[in-house]
């Protein structure tokens, strides 16, 4: 097994740095609209409010961009951060519908799309090619800098559609079927990683010894049978909102999964490779 960065260092956004430039020389710079994807094993609520909060920090650095969800609205209770939408992205790309319908303006540098079709889009038997979300914006006349998007499954065939190799980084629970479901997206990303570590921030779990443990067993399971690495970004421990209230007020929310503000800055750093 590879040396674990240690958790307490692991929250540095520095940290990020090393492998970002291992990214680059494999998959250069130039060129496409840069797309980054966060693959979610934690709960359908948890996996949206990630990708929200990333957005909303690379917004304040003053980045335009095109946000993904492609967690499927139905699994959800909480839906405050979906954007009503007629249509889905992966219209935009078959040339049924042109992204500016299908992308609803946020603000002027945010602009929303659902995804959640994206799954099993190049099985359907289509009677024009889709082309790819970087190659759909660039022909749109939205200005975006970069495309985010947030899924709970990764395959081949998204990995395509999104331009063969976008940055992806992967959030898991210390529960056992959230790390299955990692395990098998890790077998999905070792396609196009092929060696490159795939970065990772455990989220939950009550001891930072039960963080260690999840990604010890991931990182075992994935060295053993595909050979592929990964990188250890950070633990976070999730925050009940109830709890943040507890001796304040009487509780009156739902109980949900929120993160301390550093570890949007994390998650970005993991995709991003900037500070």
Not at 58 to 73: A, N, Q, S, W
Not at 196 to 211: D, R, S
Request: charged share 25%; aromatic share 6%; hydrophobic share 40%.
């Amino acid at each position: 097994m590879t040396d674990t960065p240690k958790l307490s260092d692991a929250v540095d956004p520095l940290r990020g740095k090393d492998q970002a430039d291992g990214l680059r020389k494999i998959f250069g710079d130039g060129g496409s609209i840069p797309t980054y994807v966060i693959v979610s094993s934690l709960p359908p609520d948890a996996s949206v409010t990630a990708g929200i909060g990333v957005a909303h920090l690379m917004l304040r650095e003053g980045k335009r961009l095109l946000f993904i969800d492609e967690v499927p609205l139905g699994d959800r209770f909480d839906q405050r951060h979906f954007n009503k939408v007629r249509y889905d992205i992966s219209q935009a790309l078959t040339g049924t519908v042109p992204l500016e319908k299908v992308a609803s303006k946020v603000s002027d540098r945010f602009w929303f799309s659902a995804g959640a079709k994206l799954q099993g889009l190049l099985r359907k038997r289509l009677t024009r090619q889709p082309i790819t979300v970087p190659q759909c914006v660039q022909k749109s006349s939205l200005e975006v800098d970069l495309v985010l998007a947030v899924t709970q499954k990764i395959d081949r065939d998204v990995m395509r559609l999104f331009g063969g190799e976008p940055r992806c980084m992967l959030l898991t629970s210390t529960v056992p079927e959230s790390l299955k479901r990692t395990l098998i997206n890790v077998r999905e990303l070792s396609v196009t990683y092929t060696g490159v570590p795939i970065p990772i921030m455990i989220v939950g779990g009550e001891t930072e010894q039960q963080a260690h443990q999840a990604y010890e067993l991931l990182e075992r399971k994935s060295l053993e049978h595909l050979q592929q690495p990964l990188a250890m970004m950070g633990w976070v421990r999730t925050a009940d909102l109830n709890a943040m209230l507890d001796g304040i007020a009487e509780p009156d929310i739902d109980e949900t999964t929120s993160f301390p503000v550093g570890a949007y800055r994390t998650m970005s750093t993991a995709l991003t490779g900037s500070e």
